[in-house]
């Protein structure tokens, strides 16, 4: 059973930066991407930048040129680096562990896995 879970949250002004970090324990088998979302009260759930065991990555356009996903391997150890943040950034920010393909473009789910997803950290960008 895979857990993750996520740190590096806080509180901070407009054009600065923060690093999200998320610890995953267990087993990876079968795990093909991981990623970063983040939720807003009332709004959707909205994927932020994923990364492919392939070193793909991909990026929200509200957040490409200022953050940045890695992995640390050895470590287990999702990271996001956010910088020049924006108060549209404030959100709880969640790891996830998903098994998808891509092709044609697109990256497909498989339905028959189920997600996993970790407890969320709170990013609030302001003055």
């Known amino acids: 059973q895979v857990q993750l879970v996520e740190s590096g949250g806080g509180r901070v002004e407009p054009g600065k930066s923060l690093k999200l970090s998320c610890v995953a324990s267990g087993s990876l088998a079968g795990i093909t991407v991981l990623g970063w979302y983040r939720q807003v009260p009332g709004h959707e759930r909205e994927l932020v930048a994923q990364?492919?065991?392939?070193?793909?990555?991909d990026y929200s356009d509200s957040v490409k040129g200022r953050f940045s996903i890695s992995r640390d391997t050895t470590k287990n150890i999702l990271y996001l680096q956010m910088d020049s943040l924006m108060p549209e950034d404030t959100a709880t920010y969640y790891c996830?562990?998903?098994?998808?393909?891509?092709?044609?473009?697109?990256?497909?789910?498989?339905?028959?896995?189920?997600?996993?997803w970790g407890q969320g950290t709170l990013v609030t960008v302001s003055s």
């Open positions: 990364l492919a065991g392939s070193g793909r990555a």
């Open positions: 996830n562990a998903d098994r998808q393909t891509y092709y044609r473009g697109s990256w497909h789910r498989d339905r028959d896995f189920v997600a996993i």
